[in-house]
Structures are given as structure tokens and as C-alpha cells.
């Protein structure tokens, strides 16, 4: 039942910010920019774990992770100067995330 609502909330939230980005584009990007997923993330991994300290090193890890994933959004700078189409700045989105991970991964490697 947990799940259910966890996937109806996410679902929720994506579906309302996608409708939103037809409507008011500005405000759809600022609520998708909040950290709404990390709020309720860590709500919930509390909840099913009662381990703070774990929760820390979540939040820690979600801290690092954010500007790594920003950089998602750097290729579709790149049009402006050179024309480039959308598919070719969203799969150049995809390979930064990538090594955005990659990146993570070398600061969290244990």
C-alpha cells in the first residue's frame, strides 16, 4: 500500500509539472527545480528505516548529486550558438549525466 502511494505521488507530481509546462513553462521549471522527490525521498527512507544516520549520508549524497545533475542542461546552451537539434542536446544531456554519475561515484566510493 506504501508503494502505491509513493508511485502515486511521484506520478502526480510529474504528470501536473508536465500539463503545468504548456501553460506557464517558468513556473513548471521552478517546481520541477524543488527539491520535491529529495523531501519526500527522505520522508520516506526515514520512515522505513528509523536510521538517522543513514538518512545523513542520503542527504549527503543527494548534496553532491544535484549540480552533477545540472549538467544535463548544458547541451541545450549549445543550440544557440550552433544550431544543433534537440535529439543530438538530449542524448549529449544523457552522456554528462553519465559522467556526472561517474563523478559521484568517485567521491562516494568507499
Known amino acids: 500500500m506504501v508503494s502505491l502511494l509513493k508511485v502515486i505521488i511521484a506520478a502526480g507530481l510529474i504528470s501536473f509539472s508536465s500539463w503545468l509546462s504548456v501553460k506557464k513553462p517558468v513556473l513548471a521549471g521552478f517546481i520541477v ?14 520512515w522505513h528505516t ?3 544516520q543513514q538518512v545523513q549520508i542520503f ?15 548544458v547541451p ?9 537539434s534537440f535529439f ?6 544523457i552522456v554528462f549525466i553519465f559522467i556526472g554519475y561517474f563523478i559521484h ?3 562516494f566510493a568507499s
Do not use: D, E
Open 33 to 46: 527545480a524543488l527539491p520535491l522527490t529529495s523531501v519526500l525521498a527522505i520522508l520516506f527512507s526515514y
Open 50 to 52: 528509523n536510521n538517522y
Open 59 to 73: 542527504a549527503k549524497s543527494i548534496l553532491v548529486a544535484v549540480p552533477l545533475s545540472l549538467l544535463f542542461f
Open 76 to 84: 541545450f546552451l549549445i543550440p544557440i550558438k550552433w544550431n544543433q
Open 88 to 93: 543530438v542536446s538530449f542524448f549529449l544531456g
Open 105 to 107: 561515484k568517485y567521491f
